[in-house]
């Protein structure tokens, strides 16, 4: 087996590690990871790294991410999604379009956003759900998030009207809730709101549309190999031989063309290094094809 990125359509009810279990056995190798997890009710974009590919997941977890999802509108839940057991109903029927999309708005590009209780952040070392699964009150402190996007496409009234269902897409940055989205949704609007669906479909240059099922995976595996992720996820520079010798030996060359990290690759189309500009010089942050 090779090293390259798998994009994984996750099923409902799997956890992400569920899927990296299930990857390792159709790849052949224990070397495989994901960058960045849906939660188990989540459907979706997964990426996992596969071998030296696993290198490259530290830079997709910090890519944006687009979901589509559905939010109801007067039920609140433990866990601000559909998972967890619902602690409060109030009645939605008096709320119009027009407060939604003015809550919407609220909620649209740079805010501060308080994480769900119940989510795998860490607390004195300890996940938060484990504390508020043993009966703790977590209070998690607030994060800066952008919200590029977010978009209604349908609302619907149900149970005569006295629930709503709105169907979304969010484009957010890395490290946003999409389900504490909907409780602040719901609390702005003094009717409490969870999350009863969600679909990732875009992790940074990642999408849907190249993901594949576990079940069509199971019977022809394909992953996008390390050079074409690689390329797909930086800015291209093409080596020389000397550079490439340089490189190869974890040596310093010219400064890239931009500041941002940039994939460098061999006269044969190999990918040798990400660099990173430092000064009149471009140093190798990872060194894929070392010298022999």
């Not at 159709?26 to 290198?55: C, Q």
């Not at 687009?66 to 509108?73: G, K, N, P, S, V």
């Not at 699964?133 to 209604?152: D, M, P, Q, Y």
């Not at 050079?227 to 310093?252: C, I, N, P, Q, V």
Request: aromatic share 4%; with cysteine.
């Amino acid at each position: 087996m090779g090293s390259g990125l798998v994009i994984v359509d996750k099923p409902q009810g799997w956890t992400s590690h569920d899927v990296v279990g299930r990857t390792r056995r159709l790849a052949g190798t224990r070397k495989v990871g994901h960058a960045g997890t849906l939660d188990p009710m989540a459907t979706g974009v997964l990426v996992l790294g596969i071998n030296k590919a696993t290198r490259l997941l530290t830079y997709i977890v910090g890519a944006h991410k687009t979901y589509t999802a559905t939010i109801r509108l007067g039920e609140s839940t433990i866990t601000d999604d559909a998972e967890g057991e619902i602690v409060q109903t109030r009645i939605a029927a008096a709320l119009t379009e027009e407060a939604i999309h003015a809550g919407i708005a609220k909620l649209t590009g740079d805010i501060e956003q308080v994480p769900s209780s119940v989510s795998a952040i860490k607390v004195n070392g300890e996940r938060a759900y484990a504390r508020v699964r043993a009966g703790e009150e977590v209070k998690l402190a607030a994060r800066s998030v952008t919200i590029r996007r977010f978009e209604v496409h349908d609302i619907r009234r149900e149970r005569g009207g006295k629930i709503l269902d709105i169907d979304v897409t969010v484009e957010c940055t890395s490290g946003t809730y999409i389900r504490a989205l909907a409780r602040d949704l719901g609390e702005d609007l003094a009717v409490g709101g969870h999350l009863t669906a969600l679909r990732r479909t875009e992790v940074g240059p990642y999408t849907l549309d190249k993901a594949r099922t576990l079940e069509q995976l199971a019977k022809d595996f394909e992953y996008l190999p390390l050079e074409d992720a690689a390329d797909a996820l930086f800015t291209r520079r093409d080596l020389t031989e000397k550079e490439r010798s340089e490189l190869s030996f974890g040596r310093r060359i010219s400064s890239n063309e931009t500041d941002e990290v940039t994939a460098a690759f061999a006269p044969d189309g190999t990918l040798v290094a990400l660099l990173k500009n430092k000064g009149a010089e471009a140093k190798p942050e990872l060194v894929f094809a070392t010298a022999s």
